[in-house]
């Protein structure tokens, strides 16, 4: 197991859909980064039972949690509840980067 990272590592592109990776993964967690190219988007869809944040590390997102959307940067985070539906659309003109957690580990 990964004691430290740099999440730049873990940065990549997908022109299929979008670019996702697991930094971390034990029985309790999954730490991971999705990364979307300008206009890319992850379709709302719902975890059942699993807790997920995303943390903007680079680029411009529009994000929807159940019912709000809203437009988030670097630095922002963005918690998604359990059962809650949620997506993510880039709406910059750059590669959107987020780290993501989920807890517990989706597995």
Do not use: S, W
């Amino acid at each position: 197991m990964q004691l430290f990272a740099d999440y730049r590592d873990f940065v990549g592109t997908n022109l299929e859909r979008f670019f996702k990776t697991t930094i971390v993964q034990t029985p309790r967690m999954l730490v991971g980064t999705d990364c979307l190219e300008p206009g890319q988007q992850q379709p709302t869809h719902q975890h059942a039972g699993r807790d997920k944040l995303y943390l903007v590390m680079e680029g411009q997102g529009r994000f929807t949690i159940g019912v709000e959307t809203r437009d988030c940067g670097p630095g922002e985070l963005i918690f998604a509840p359990a059962d809650q539906p949620h997506g993510v659309l880039n709406i910059g003109n750059e590669r959107l980067v987020m780290v993501i957690v989920m807890a517990p580990e989706p597995g």
